[in-house]
């Protein structure tokens, strides 16, 4: 008899990667008092940056862990970490890039893999 781990390897996946992702996003929230060092690599504004990066790393990662609109909450993580690692840290050595690189790999993966069965997504219609 085999047991499928699928659903548990999702939500650990998600909860771990999001709770991870937390760490580098809620101390981001003391910038909203003066934004104007936080770096503009998009040339939006130092606080437009500010703001889409709260919402990769603080907002997006609580939908995730929960499992709410786990995809659509995906996106802008990893979108997020595609410009760290590529244009925040694009001239910097592997190892400056390497963590961006591990979100942005997990966060494609939740965006592919779906929530799994333990999400408020996993639960709809059962």
Known sequence: MTKNFT???LAILRIG????MLTHGIPKLNMLADPSAFPDPLGVSPTISLILTLIAEVLAPIFVIIGFKTKLAAIPVAITMFVAAFIIHGSDPWAKKEMALLYLIAFVVIFLAGPGRYAIDGRKGR
């Open 7 to 9: 659903d548990l390897a």
């Open 17 to 20: 990667f999001s709770g991870m």
